[in-house]
């Protein structure tokens, strides 16, 4: 009898069960071995592991596989590579791709060179299962299709069948492109305005809005459209259906979407009417919002397909803002974490308290007057009061000595900035936010530390803020020393200018210091 996995495996299809020849090629031992383990406890034919592309393609000469799993980056013959070499032996055989580091690119040239699945590592065995299942009925497309070929030449046939594997890959093509894009994105206002984008070109349509569910007033509220001309922060009116469940008042669809509709649309299920298709978009099984789309092209009317890459489309888009809500939470945790041992290390020097808040504050005046992107400055503000973090490294003998470093203790101030890099590194910031941290002592002559960049090569951000840290430091009194008076300040940074500091930067700080009466302080 065969086991509960087979009998799901064998669901699509109504043929007798077959049993089928699986190859497995890796360069990790324990992908093959797990990966044999589990396809034969759903008993579905013999297994064979190769752990690389040239021992593969051996196996492939003597062989004929109804499978073939391939990973994509292994040494010598890549995956690709192997995929154009076992191309021409069995055209029926599915190939599936297996990586940890998916891309459209790789995606792209795999479906060109006949691959028929992606796998992203790690995988779970249910994504092998639902793989297996999609594959099974591409694989008797593919076998036909070979048949009509070899044998009967019927034409019309081969181009109905071609055309169904033309429509399978460009819908997984579509799938791959909404994971990666979607994979890209660390804000939901990116999200909400690709959701209706990506459901108008995906679905050839003319309209698209998004709208959530907000539970005070009982209403749906626009966050993005496209086609439609509505400013973010239009409502529409819910209703309770005969079972309680809420629903979008029709007068929204004809005013906006021009349809004659009388009827109500429902939150919880996809709907379609005269060419208008709704999907619902759900966080942890509640409703948060609904995807509308509307006209197609050439008033061709919405299909399941659309409708299944839409319900992709919101599912993909609901788990990444829930995922995205989750590390918000985390980092705002960590940051206020990080933020007490900033203290902790100001509270050591009574010399140097505030430092990194006044620091922060000068830095955000700079970058404002530079008109640097909202995105920098808000990586300013995050990461602007953590730039000596890494300091907590450092003995407090070396950081309060009053008198001259010794090249051994600047050796060790030095280290700061990268301690500090790890300090923060479970935080997950971006590139611009760990220059700030790791690179702010970097000098424009390329004299700094820890990298040696060297003009434009330092990041703008790391730029602004070491010109901001150093006048704060010169206009403070510190263990070794009294504060300098502000225009000797002045003068310092300006005779530094295009050797330690970048003269742009030093130029916006003149501007600064000027408009906001420093000389005063």
């Not at 799901?8 to 360069?27: G, N």
């Not at 994509?72 to 032996?89: A, E, S």
């Not at 999907?279 to 509640?286: A, G, Q, S």
């Not at 839409?310 to 990444?320: D, E, G, P, R, T």
């Amino acid at each position: 009898m065969q086991n509960k996995a087979f009998q799901e495996y064998q669901s699509l299809d109504s043929h007798e069960p077959e049993l089928f020849k699986i190859l497995i090629v890796d360069d990790e031992p324990t992908i093959i071995e797990t990966l044999r383990s589990f396809l034969q406890n759903l008993d579905i034919g013999q297994v064979t592991g190769a752990d690389c592309g040239e021992e593969a393609l051996e196996y492939v000469e003597q062989n004929q596989y109804d499978y073939i799993f391939i990973d994509l980056m292994m040494p010598g013959m890549n995956g690709i590579d192997l995929l154009k070499k076992i191309q021409p032996y069995h055209y029926p055989t599915n190939i599936i791709i297996m990586t940890g580091y998916p891309s459209m690119n790789a995606v792209i040239d795999s479906m060109h060179n006949g691959a028929a699945d992606f796998l992203v590592k790690p995988f779970q065995f249910d994504d092998i299962k639902v793989v297996l299942k999609r594959l099974q009925r591409l694989r008797d497309l593919k076998e036909k299709n070979w048949a009509l070929h070899q044998e009967l030449g019927e034409k019309k046939k081969v181009e109905e069948l071609n055309e169904q594997l033309g429509r399978r890959i460009h819908l997984q093509t579509i799938l791959f492109n909404i994971v990666n894009s979607l994979s890209e994105m660390n804000q939901p206002n990116e999200i909400y305005r690709y959701l209706v984008d990506k459901a108008v070109e995906s679905c050839i349509a003319e309209k698209a809005c998004f709208m959530i569910y907000d539970r005070e007033e009982a209403k749906l509220l626009v966050l993005s459209q496209k086609g439609l001309g509505l400013a973010p922060g239009v409502k529409a009116d819910l209703t309770s259906g005969s079972n309680g469940k809420r629903m979008i008042d029709g007068v929204f669809i004809q005013s906006h979407f021009g349809k004659a509709f009388t009827g109500k649309i429902p939150l919880d299920k996809p709907y379609t009417f005269d060419g208008l298709i709704s999907v619902p978009f759900n966080i942890r099984n509640e409703p948060f919002g609904v995807l509308l789309v509307a006209d197609k092209k050439e008033g061709i009317p919405f299909d399941k397909e659309d409708e299944f890459i839409l319900q992709f489309l919101s599912k993909k888009a609901a788990l990444n803002i829930e995922n995205m809500a989750l590390y918000g939470n985390l980092k705002e945790n960590l940051l206020a974490s990080f933020m007490s041992l900033v203290s902790a290390i100001e509270a050591k020097d009574s010399y140097t308290q505030q430092h990194s808040s006044r620091v922060t504050d000068l830095s955000i005046k700079l970058a404002k007057k530079m008109r640097c992107s909202p995105e920098d400055i808000k990586r300013l503000e995050l990461t602007g009061p953590l730039h000596d973090i890494g300091k907590i490294g450092i003995q407090d003998s070396i950081l309060n000595k009053p008198g001259s470093l010794t090249d051994d203790e600047f050796a060790q101030i030095k280290t700061h900035p990268l301690i500090g890099v790890n300090i923060v590194s479970p935080l997950g910031l971006d590139k611009g936010e760990v220059a700030i941290i790791r690179n702010h002592h970097e000098r424009w002559d390329g004299r700094g530390y820890p990298d040696g960049l060297s003009g434009e090569k330092i990041p703008r951000v790391s730029r602004i803020l070491a010109v901001a840290d150093a006048f704060d430091a010169m206009s403070s009194s510190r263990a070794y020393r009294q504060a300098l008076p502000f225009i000797v300040c002045i003068h310092e940074l300006e005779r530094n200018s295009g050797t330690q500091f970048d003269p742009e930067v030093v130029k916006a700080a003149l501007a600064v210091f000027k408009n906001e009466g420093y000389s005063s302080r």
